[in-house]
């Protein structure tokens, strides 16, 4: 550890570009067991006993006041007296993020507002708006078939209008996988999905209707987010690896920037996307901190086996604690700055190019993807 | 090497929760080299210029009083002196192991029994019922295609219930893949597939009848043993992704464990699935003999990059010669004990923690799954 | 760096298996950055950030008199006023490949002849005959469809009975893919085929046709080189797994040698083959260069970690630019030597089986394939 692009990497007040909010209350035992795996808080395997367990009792419990590998009896007892706005100031300070671009659309908890999050960590915080989330909203307030696309379209410009947003999102990943007929459908093929879709209720998971998303984000115009990869057990691993989206990727190429999230274990298919399409962007969010500061290096390793330098982002995806905020970032830091340094000092790479990508895969990548303009 | 971890790690009695037995009979260099790929004796490419090869000759050469790197001739020349009896106990011996379950299914060569295998590694034996070989008996003693559901079942059921049976195992992966239909198959669907199988003989690999298989699986109440990954050339190996068990492990949700056999390269994909569905859990066997000790760490960092770690469990996988329990048993200490040593030299990992880690994964995670009672 | 192992790597003359010409003229910034990645030269993002690019400041610029890292704008000066002929005389030369096989087949810009190149390196060149190339040149002849596969055959025929022909090629990746029906086309479909695709023209894409064409590698006896994974945005990564080709290396088995080249990410996939079909070779051609030096290894260490020492052959892939026969060498020298000398010294591996695995993969195995006699 340490070093020039260690110190660097340290001071530089990371944008992360995909993350949502953490819950607004102090958790049972349970409920911080149950948000801190992609699993379920299971009887008899506490969620502790992983690799993510391991790294907040190693790198959280110390902004606690407590010893490095605190047991968890005594972390979670720690947090509860110190209680969660505590807690968060001190975890997501600790990140030095200074930009937020905040998921609003996923929120099975309550959790802090982008605003109320950007607070808590003396930053900035704009929001990404979750088209999914959009459609089902149109869906509920009900809309007749043929009204659907129109309707749909409408409702999402008007999201993305507010103050403060700067991408959209989409979870197709967990509705259908990737591998769909790349073309934008037609309005009557909409309105026929949306037919079936408005009748049967639930979430939107119609083929037809997610490549209509999909669509009507490439008009919106603003960057579109894909979780790509890894998740929870809602996920077909297999139907998500990114290369699925190809054809879509060369129908959409001169249009919106596409950021694949996640990635994990296709870190290094995503990185081919990045290296062949100028749109595409990468990130190893949420893959971060569960695989922890110990893996995260080899993940990064891979994902910039063949990315160019200006299509690496950072984000934690952090969800519900805050200690994944804390973690996302120094798994990041030390992940990038461990495999840039040793670059270096086998001159591979000259100092300054270690810190300019440095700072392009921190920041300004995501900068120059966002545009942000003023305070949300 | 070295150091507390490996210390804790040499000194463990593994359980190696699935293996088969070893050749009864002195070996050819054509039959030891047979045994000792994926592939077959090739004319003009030795079996032992490979990185198993080399293993064998640097870590099995000197049990049998050699000088590391000994080369083929002089060890296959001191292997026929010795017998195949003694070579089988000094290996077998080195192993460490204290509990085997050992798949009796497929022995297209003279195998050790579980008893035999047992007495000559002075440790204890339980047996793995291979379900594909309980099916292709009924089919072989003759059946009615109306009686096949039945009768496998009520076989199935008769082989679990001998004494020593601690699971089954399906090698499903070698039949149809796992891109299956997951719902269980109706009994006029049983009837009509096993009209066809029976009618036209061979192996079973009817995908309804594999899928009647797994279903059988699940209501024998014993964990199941999938193969999935690595294996000889009779797989399609895309085909056996284990994230194709996605909606079938979904269904299966609180009912029996699921062991993920071997599952290289798939071993992040596996460790997915083990992070998210409460039943399921992995090794990486086959593959630590076969890359050897110096690969066999990279691969478990890879395993365990998301793993929760009641989750990972040892196996050899070995079959047919001794010297895969040595290599096996060798490679996992090896590389669990360097990936968990360094962890805690970075103090990333406590100490203690390292070694419940590592007890967990070389015996207490196979024990909590298959809760042996008594000596088989 | 250092040892031994290096020391030969570093010494022995390279068999190239498989690389393209360089352009034979001298480039503008655009054009190099054209060449320097398999994306294209994008408005804001320069192909210099990215790791082949750093890698060509390092390791190239030092050969034309510049300082280790110069920047692009000093290292294109230096190559314009060096010229491109002194340019390749000395990156081709530091490269110390002794023998290049060389796809004529795909040439947008005016590329070396085999004969050219190998008088600039001091080297000797033979061919491969890409098939894609033949079929169109059959087709662009004009051909009636009941005679395009006769037509097609005989001219293949004719193109390898050149002098210097040693192999022949195919894109299938780029064309339709690997998930292809196995069986060698009839006549009849060969011609319902070439019905269709005379009329509609443009590149040879059916999947018919391309089965046809994989057969009759299989006729020519010829070994076959196959793109596999990395590429351009025209690959449908999926699709080009090789392990999608194991039926039909089921029905080629005790045919010709099939050499899978570049294989990333696919490498182990690609190894696995290798490692259960006598007549499958690989490489890590083409993916050497752009993950560069520092992470050619990691790379490698997956090629190799079941492969049969016999079975990895060293291949550049390189096109257009000089500097990527440069970088391949040395990525393949210094990621080998660094694997296998690290082996020697933890003592998994003698210095003397080092050394022949040195010798192996970097020219006999190509030897053994090809068996090249007297000068192309």
Chains 1, 2, 3 share one sequence.
């Not at 086998?346 to 921190?362: F, P, Q």
Request: aromatic share 8%; with cysteine; charged share 25%.
């Amino acid at each position: 550890m340490g070093g020039p692009v260690q110190e660097a990497l340290d001071a530089l007040e990371l944008v992360d570009h995909h993350c949502h909010g953490v819950v607004t209350a102090d958790l049972t035992r349970e409920g911080f067991e149950e948000l801190i795996t992609e699993g379920a808080a299971w009887p008899g395997i506490s969620s502790f006993d992983s690799p993510v367990g391991v790294a907040i009792r190693r790198h959280c419990a110390p902004l606690l006041d407590l010893p490095r590998h605190a047991p968890p009896d005594q972390y979670l007892a720690r947090r509860a007296e110190l209680g969660h706005n505590e807690v968060h100031r001190r975890l997501l300070t600790a990140s030095g993020t200074g930009t937020f671009c905040v998921d609003t659309g996923y929120a099975p908890d309550r959790l802090t507002t982008p605003p109320e999050l950007a607070e808590t960590a003396g930053a900035t915080a704009y929001e990404v708006v979750r088209l999914e989330g959009v459609a089902e909203t149109v869906a509920a307030k009900g809309v007749e078939p043929d009204d659907y696309g129109d309707a749909f379209q409408a409702a999402a410009l008007e999201a993305v209008q507010r103050p403060g947003v700067v991408a959209v999102k989409s979870v197709a990943a967990y509705r259908t996988g990737f591998d769909l007929d790349p073309a934008r459908p037609s309005d009557a093929e909409v309105t026929e999905a949306a037919r079936h879709w408005l009748t049967r209720g639930g979430r939107l998971d119609d083929p037809v209707l997610v490549r209509h998303l999909l669509w009507t984000a490439v008009d919106l115009g603003l960057p579109l987010q894909l979780h790509t990869g890894f998740g929870d057990n809602d996920i077909r691993l297999h139907r998500v690896d990114p290369t699925h989206l190809t054809d879509w990727l060369h129908l959409t190429t001169g249009t919106i920037p596409v950021l694949l999230l996640h990635c994990w274990p296709y870190q290094r298919q995503a990185a081919y996307l990045a290296a062949v399409f100028e749109h595409v962007y990468l990130d190893v969010g949420l893959t971060l901190h569960y695989v922890g500061p110990a893996r995260a290096r080899a993940v990064l390793e891979e994902a910039l086996e063949i990315t160019p330098f200006r299509k690496l982002l950072y984000s934690s995806d952090a969800y519900g604690v805050a200690e994944f905020y804390r973690l996302g970032a120094l798994a990041f830091r030390r992940g990038l700055a461990g495999l840039l340094q040793d670059r270096v000092d086998a001159d591979e790479l000259s100092l300054s190019d270690a810190l300019r990508i440095a700072e392009w895969a921190g920041a300004h990548n995501a900068r120059r993807v966002y545009r942000f303009s003023g305070p949300s």
